[in-house]
């Protein structure tokens, strides 16, 4: 069982305005049919896809590990990091829009031992020229959720928590921006794992990257209208 990492160092306020937008449907302030526990449920589902990895990402030996996250997404990866990092060292780099949730990754690195970079930037584009071809292991929680388009945008300039579920007009505003960067940021030995909604049309997601990356994708898992996809090239599975 992956240990879960020490979160007693975040505050009230860092789960109001980092890791908790599933509160806001409560309070009534996103407009969606949407259940409540999607923006909550995806951590839990994203850290079973990795514990049932754990002996593969351990035999990968990743040098660099990259996560592009939303919410507390962090968290279910921490978990698999701690037990993968008895075995190799491999560099962590976390990048968010939110300076808060930045500051939160860091801090939780801290707290729990885990050398890690935050970086404050859009997915990673700025990081590309350090990064093309260089990432074993990148995992994506977008902002799925889908919205207005205005809304998806006022969201990612303002760098808060509602860029971290604000996904425009099919939920994939921000996710097609990263998926035009896979095949130049992945590694060879690469894989990428990727948290949908049904709305976002995942198999359509997974045809796009074998014809456009030589990608193969697969469920790695499902609970209703929420999934998860892991993408590894063709020749390496």
């Not at 050398?115 to 997915?123: G, Q, S």
């Not at 006022?154 to 921000?174: E, H, L, P, R, T």
Request: aromatic share 8%; charged share 25%.
């Amino acid at each position: 069982m992956i240990p879960t990492p020490d979160l007693s160092h975040l505050t009230k306020d860092d789960f109001i305005r980092v890791y908790e937008p599933a509160g806001l449907y409560q309070h009534g302030n996103i407009n969606s049919e949407l259940d409540i526990y999607m923006l909550s449920e995806d951590t839990f589902l994203l850290l079973d896809a990795l514990e049932d990895d754990a002996d593969h990402l351990r035999t990968l030996k990743p040098t660099l590990i990259q996560l592009d996250l939303a919410q507390d997404a962090f968290r279910p990866f921490l978990d698999a990091f701690l037990e993968m990092n008895h075995a190799v060292s491999p560099v962590l780099i976390t990048t968010d829009i939110n300076p808060r949730a930045a500051h939160c990754t860091e801090a939780t690195g801290r707290k729990n031992n885990v050398p890690l970079d935050a970086v404050i930037c859009n997915l990673v584009r700025p990081l590309k020229p350090r990064l093309s071809g260089q990432i074993d292991v990148l995992i994506f929680n977008p902002p799925y959720v889908p919205t207005e388009e205005e809304e998806a945008i006022m969201a990612q300039s303002q760098a808060d928590i509602a860029g971290a579920w604000a996904g425009g007009f099919d939920g994939m505003a921000v996710t097609n921006r990263l998926l035009d960067e896979l095949d130049s940021i992945l590694s060879p030995k690469g894989c990428f794992y990727l948290v949908a909604l049904k709305q976002n049309d995942p198999q359509g997601i997974i045809a796009r990257m074998r014809e456009q990356c030589n990608l193969e994708g697969k469920a790695s898992f499902a609970l209703k209208s929420l999934n998860g996809v892991k993408f590894t090239f063709s020749d390496r599975l």
